[in-house]
């Protein structure tokens, strides 16, 4: 029997790359700023008219999320095009590789969909929209069809992002199941203080 060094044992364990500290937080971010959008934004059709003010309240709150979540997709989308994602484990299938490639562009094709549709659908209307308490300037006439189109889309692409939500998470929760390491790429990863650096 041979003896195992302490150094062929870190070697042996798989370290796949990991994901920069900004995609990690922007990630974390938006999965919980989108999935509650998502659920306002169903809810929210809910919500009577009276009394006045009520269901404009709740509208203008989930516009003025949906713009700041907006803005946040942005700096991930220019963080993800300037930042490769780390290389799966060697391990992985092939159709593994490509289902979680056709997912990942999918959800980020809904999070550019998203916003831009439900901001161009309400700038369609003739109301002003309004970030929190500020109206914005109006970029053009009010257009029925435009509004409605825009709005088709909106509703259309929610459903696809559900359901592209829906399969990723499920994928995340049998990667951690499985302790595979993939899951632990996109969380931040505990630092252990190296004992050659405790001069105490
Ligand atoms: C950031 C991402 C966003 C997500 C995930 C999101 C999600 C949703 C969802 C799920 C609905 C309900 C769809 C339905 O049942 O018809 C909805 C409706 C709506 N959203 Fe968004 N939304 C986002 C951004 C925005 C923005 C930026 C605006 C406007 C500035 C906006 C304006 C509206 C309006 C006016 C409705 C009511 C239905 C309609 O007239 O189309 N949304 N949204
Ligand atoms: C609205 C919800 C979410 C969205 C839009 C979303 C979006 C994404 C995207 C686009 C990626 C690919 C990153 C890249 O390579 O650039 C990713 C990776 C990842 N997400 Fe999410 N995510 C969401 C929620 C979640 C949740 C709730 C979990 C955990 C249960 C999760 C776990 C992961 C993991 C582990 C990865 C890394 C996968 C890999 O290494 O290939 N995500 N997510």
Sequence with gaps: MTATAPEDLTTAIPTPGRYTTVAIVLHAVLAIGLMYQLGLGVWMDSVPKTPPGLRAGWFNWHKSIG???????VLRVLWRLTHASPPLPD?????????????HATLYACMVVMPLSGFLGSSFTKY???FFDLALPRLWEASAELKTLFGTIHTG?????MAAIAVHILAAVW??????????????????????????
Excluded: C
């Design 128 to 130: 002003p929209i309004k």
């Design 67 to 73: 713009m700041v979540l907006g803005l946040l997709i």
């Design 157 to 161: 692409a929610s459903y696809v992002f």
């Design 175 to 200: 990667h951690g199941v499985r302790r595979d390491g993939v899951v632990s790429r996109m969380l931040p990863q505990r630092t252990r203080a190296p004992i050659e650096a405790d001069t105490h």
């Design 91 to 103: 391990t992985t299938p092939r159709w593994q590789i490509q289902a979680a490639r056709l997912n």
